[in-house]
């Protein structure tokens, strides 16, 4: 067993007492997320009707989940935090950084030889703070975390956007960054502002070839990739308890696509099976004695208008499958409607890659229901047109998979079955056929699809659907096909047509693995040595930001002006950059090569005022720092959209970019900036964009007199000697301000531990 039941009994002892005097105290009715954010206000403070939105509260979440790629950064700021024990039980999940080629077997001996160093970085930091460690292979982070830590009630946070996939089970689980997770595990308050909530209501049934991801790749489509921003998502009605575990938390991963803070589906007989089937019948018979802690007041749902701030509603029986894309997870398609798209926007019709996995959609239930069509398939004479390739969500799944003959489904029709692991979700794919670029089509059970995100390259048209449409697209290799109406073709020249999918929410005769992939840490890890190598390229250090000069900041470059998307993965890409994440230095020459600039249309290549050459934008900055110049990024909408790397924070913080000032920014981001000790600013009126031009020196003053809800001054001084000035704001509260001024909240805290 690797939860901890006492931990859980602990949190549930006076969880009722708990809700009570929150409702008396608020005086109102109370919907789940906020049962569940209340009861999880940090010590000392206040219990009061906080405004949904606008204040800042500090929490105190009950565990932390690491992926490998972000742990690095994160743990190496825990090693600087002047603690030597984490505070709450935490983990690291090694996912992201096996990279699939050829199957499981070989990528991860290659994997475990390649990444040596940093695995066993992550094993000993973990033996030495008390960290619990899941080896490669085990699984991917949000799978695992839903199938043993997950609990009702609960609150955690883990350095991934996509940890609120917990949300399935009732818990409030939100993406942040390593700073952030340094101050849970440390000890420290955690902080958020109290974040609106959108219910949406689900009523009616799947049925067919519809499943859990339509419901979330429709609302992508309603809200957009920022509709949710600060927001919590809670989901209600009838519909909402049909789900299984794992379909809901199917659509709280995903979430994320639209900025929400998090997503939750209260507690259920389904969440209940689930728990039981995974081993934690002590949880059940504990959280059934709370259930009215883990749902919504019945008057919330009675007038739900009156206790949301927004409500939807998705009947899931008219809902069709969607398929969303290509570059965006919000432009959605209902698969009717497909075809007409294709040919309009002129995507690629012929589906060259199916790819099955992912932490939004790699359960037990997923691949069953792929497997069926598959089934079905082989049974109709057809055979699968495109390559396909099969990530299982975690060591457990795949083992029960194989036991019941369901990997061997795929595996007859050609597939690849990789590594339990996130590869070409995070562009850990070696994908030999698009050496030659040419433009084509891959379809995925994936939550993202940026460009370039899966295999690097630009012409490639990523498409999100649920496994069960991937494999129906993937054996009629069209992605105009619709397999509601279509058509296919069987190897006797007969028109056939697939059956609608099926397959059992949890296995019939209970999960079983062999060796699950779980390392528990050393009850002592005081002597533990954690070495790193002064030459390594994957691993260094970390030194300290500087604090504030105590000054403005006066007539800087202009480092680049993005025009468009700036996600995440524009600002610090993954793919083959993800081997310097641990590496500050290293990783920071991919900043901001994916973002285009506006004043020549393209990625990583920005203008050197001094020479008047175009040169790559991590060279400029290098260039400005060694001078002993700062410079500034501008940006549009929802800047630092997508993942929860602070990196894309880090390197700007340490290739001394003083400011970015951008239309918007995503949630996660405008945090991790503001934790490096860096400037996220907006304009107040966004046309002012329009104003900053190539050449310009920028000022930034009024940062002597920095404090909440004042704007500051920035100043465009042209080369032709004219002048521009305007206000920016900010949403730094009294805290945030203290960490830009101590150089970070790592510093910060290193302050406050000293005082
Ligand atoms: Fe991994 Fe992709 Fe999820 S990178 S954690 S599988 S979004």
């Not at 050829?102 to 990444?115: G, P, V």
């Not at 850990?428 to 940026?450: C, G, L, M, P």
């Amino acid at each position: 067993m690797v939860f901890d039941i006492d931990l859980i009994k602990h949190i549930y002892q006076h969880y009722p007492q708990k809700i009570d005097l929150i409702r008396q105290k608020i005086g109102k009715p109370l919907t789940l997320t906020e049962k569940i954010l209340y009861a999880h206000l940090a010590p000392g403070e206040e219990l009061k009707n906080y405004k949904r939105g606008e204040d800042y509260v500090n929490f105190a979440p009950d565990r932390v989940a690491m992926q490998d790629a972000t742990a690095q950064m994160a743990l190496l700021q825990l090693m600087n935090s002047g603690r030597d024990r984490v505070a709450v039980p935490s983990t690291v999940h090694c996912d992201h950084l096996i990279q699939a080629y050829k199957n499981a077997h070989d990528d991860l001996i290659i994997a475990e030889s390649n990444n040596q160093e940093v695995y066993q970085f992550l094993r000993d930091v973990s033996n030495k703070y008390g960290i619990g460690f899941w080896k490669p292979d085990a699984g991917i982070i949000h799978q695992v975390v839903l199938e043993n830590y997950a609990f009702p009630g609960g609150m955690m946070i883990g350095t991934d956007s996509h940890t609120p996939n917990a949300g399935g089970l009732s818990m409030i689980a939100i993406g942040v960054g390593g700073a952030d997770a340094v101050d849970v595990m440390a000890g420290m308050p955690w902080e958020l502002k109290m974040p609106k909530i959108i219910g949406v209501k689900l009523i009616g049934k799947l049925s067919g070839w519809v499943s859990p991801k339509d419901v979330i790749l429709k609302l992508a489509g309603i809200l957009t990739v920022k509709g949710a921003t600060n927001s919590i998502i809670e989901y209600f009605g009838e519909g909402a308890r049909s789900l299984s575990a794992t379909g809901k938390a199917t659509i709280c991963n995903m979430g994320a696509e639209v900025g929400a803070t998090t997503s939750i589906f209260a507690y259920s007989k389904k969440s209940a099976d689930y728990l039981a089937i995974t081993g934690r019948q002590e949880v059940v018979d504990l959280a059934n004695k709370l259930i009215d802690c883990f749902n919504p007041d019945s008057a919330v749902l009675d007038q739900p208008e009156k206790y949301y701030d927004q409500v939807i509603e998705i009947n899931l029986s008219e809902l069709e499958p969607y398929v969303n894309g290509p570059f965006t997870p919000d432009l959605a398609y209902p698969i009717s409607q497909l075809a007409t798209a294709v040919k309009e926007h002129n995507y690629p019709d012929n589906m060259e890659v199916g790819l099955i996995g992912s932490c939004t959609n790699s359960s037990y239930e997923d691949m069953m229901r792929a497997a069926s069509v598959i089934n079905n398939a082989n049974q109709l004479g057809l055979t699968v047109k495109a390559k396909l390739i099969i990530n299982p969500g975690s060591e457990q799944v795949k083992y029960t998979s194989k036991r019941d003959g369901i990997l061997n489904h795929f595996e007859q029709a050609g597939a690849a079955i990789m590594a339990n692991a996130c590869g070409p979700c995070i562009g850990q794919w070696r994908r030999d056929e698009v050496a030659d670029e040419h433009k084509n089509s891959i379809v995925t059970s994936f939550n993202r699809n940026f460009a370039k995100r899966n295999d690097g390259s630009p012409n490639t048209y990523a498409f999100v659907c649920s496994p069960e449409i991937v494999v129906a697209l993937s054996i009629a290799g069209k992605l105009s096909f619709n397999p509601l109406t279509d058509n296919l073709i069987n190897d006797k020249g007969q028109k056939v047509k697939l059956q609608e999918p099926s397959g059992d929410e949890l296995p019939k005769r209970g999960f079983e693995v062999d060796d699950a992939g779980y390392v528990a840490p050393i009850a002592d890890g005081s002597l533990v040595e954690v070495h790193i190598a002064t030459n390594s390229e994957r691993l260094q250090q970390l030194a300290p930001f500087s604090p504030w000069d105590g000054k403005d900041i006066i007539s800087q470059p202009l480092l680049i002006k993005a025009t468009g998307k700036c996600t995440t993965d524009h600002i610090s890409m993954a793919g083959k950059w993800l081997k310097f994440r641990g590496h500050l230095d290293n990783i920071s020459n991919n900043m901001l090569i994916g973002a285009i600039n506006a004043f020549n249309q393209k990625s990583n290549s920005v203008l050197d005022t001094q020479t008047g050459d175009y040169i790559e934008v991590p060279a400029l900055a290098r260039k400005l720092k060694a001078q002993g110049i700062g410079s500034i990024v501008i940006a549009e909408e929802n800047y630092g959209e997508g993942s929860s790397r602070e990196h894309a924070a880090m390197e700007p913080r340490f290739l001394n970019v003083k400011a970015i000032v951008v239309k918007s920014f995503a949630r996660i981001h405008e945090t991790n900036l503001k934790k490096q000790g860096m400037l996220a600013l907006t304009f107040v009126d966004k046309s002012d964009y329009d104003k900053i031009r190539e050449d310009d020196r920028i000022s930034i003053t009024g940062l002597t007199d920095f404090m909440p809800e004042k704007h500051l001054t920035l100043t465009l001084h042209h080369h032709d000697g004219t002048i521009d000035s305007f206000a920016v704001a900010h949403t730094y509260n009294q805290s945030q301000i203290d960490w830009f001024k101590a150089g970070s909240a790592l510093n910060k805290m290193k302050e406050q531990f000293n005082e």
